[in-house]
DNA sequence: TATATCCTGGATATTTAATATCCTGGATAT
DNA sequence: ATATCCAGGATATTAAATATCCAGGATATA
């Protein structure tokens, strides 16, 4: 069970977007060439996320991408369903439909026992990345982010802004 | 982000062992009969049930799978690890290590705000299936499983016991 | 003791998903 | 007019999940 490492990238996108100043971008180049990662597939990701209103895109010279809404209004679920979609991690088959004892698929109205507990368990996941928004890690960069490398994001951001 | 399908078919099969009379095994071949599964790859996973320390192993004829501790100390989390693998969904990459505003490896000694934020949602996760036992879910089933399989269940038991 | 049954573990094939690149077309600032 | 940038489709590559097969060892039974 892996989530997509765009999610990762995604995040991390997303907390030096919003360190910009209001209304200016970064290109899809400028994020992946920050990040070292490769661009192309990154283009991807963000276009999912403009795609659920988490970032929204300028085409053309001095284009590029900025978050869609204010950092407080977008949460790790939202992310996560954006890039790695919506489907839970576990996928109940019905297996207890088969075999020789199952009976006609009508006798089945009521969910498993067994997927209702797999899915109280991403329920408390998605509640847990619902609480947490970009606001509330970008809130926590001073203490956890190490204060040279806090300049050097400062400086590089100011040269390619320049 | 997808469980192995495995973990559905490896809990209605230890909650079918569990209704065995003490001492009585059902073997591999038997356990993809009830459920219509692959008996081959489904011995992959009772094998990764046996390490795990949640079924015990009888070979030879007569031989099988039975429970290899108490219904109420076996929990979804414990099937999850065995199937599934204990490693999170989220895998951090260390991405803020890349990059041109990187600094040494040495300078990362506390975890990135947002792994830490995933590994939250992961124990909130973790912490759910860990509360759900196997005795919880069998204790479910007479209100929850239409009374006709559970006829036919046990039949079909009586009748492979013999 | 011969035999049939069953688990174990390795090798291997198949299918599906994740990762990654490329290219065309359209938008836009200069 | 031109250079830059995003959108989206097509496609290739890599990794993971799914599935099968077989040889080897254990054991109950006849
Ligand atoms: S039938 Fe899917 S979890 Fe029980
Ligand atoms: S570096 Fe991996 S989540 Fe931040």
Redesign the interface.
Known sequence: ?????G???S??CL?LLASLPPDRTLSAKRLA?????PAAYLTKHLQALVRDNILESIPGPRGGFRLSRATEQIT?LDVVDAI??K?P?????E??Q??????GSK??R?P????A??A??????????MN?TLS??IA??PE???P??QK??A??LKKVLG
């Not at 060439?33 to 990662?37: N, Q, T, V, Y």
């Not at 088969?98 to 009976?103: C, D, I, K, T, V």
């Not at 109280?120 to 990345?129: E, F, K, M, Q, Y």
Request: aromatic share 10%; net charge positive; glycine share 10%.
């Open positions: 069970m892996k989530m997509s490492g999610v990762e990238w995040v991390h907390s060439e920050f990040h070292g990662i790790l790695d979609g489907r991690a576990f996928r109940c088959s297996i207890r088969r075999g020789p004892s199952a009976l006798c089945y009521r498993c026992g067994i997927a507990a797999f109280n368990a991403d329920a408390a996941w998605r509640g847990s990345l947490c509330d890690l926590e960069i956890k982010v190490d040279r490398q050097k994001s400086a590089w």
